[in-house]
């Protein structure tokens, strides 16, 4: 149990009557203000479960940020494998509608000096 969900502790006990701003009722105020331990215990009740959501909300926003990052990487690297193919034909290419295909056509390899090729398959 949390210290403001028990009745019997010291922060609601011994203290000067107020009137609750929660139920408007004068009884003894708490070391949390104005607030009757039932009052008290469903605002922050309420308030623990809005910074559980907060915090979802953030987690959700932090994982959808994530895959937008490795999205912006990948279409970089689509471009800089664009531009070493284009330079590597000399600079300038004109494809036919019938030439363009999906990615899948495109093969690549990785060289043991380091180097890398690209191939469209046929
Ligand atoms: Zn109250």
Redesign the pocket.
Known sequence: MLAYQNAEHPSYLGRKVAK??????K?AKSAWGR??H??NVKRLDQISAALEDMEARAKFAEAVRKVAGNQDRLIERLINERNAILRAAGGKVTATKEQHRGSSYWSHQSHPDGSETYQIDP
């Open positions: 609750c701003y929660g139920c408007g009722v009884c607030w009757c039932p009052c």
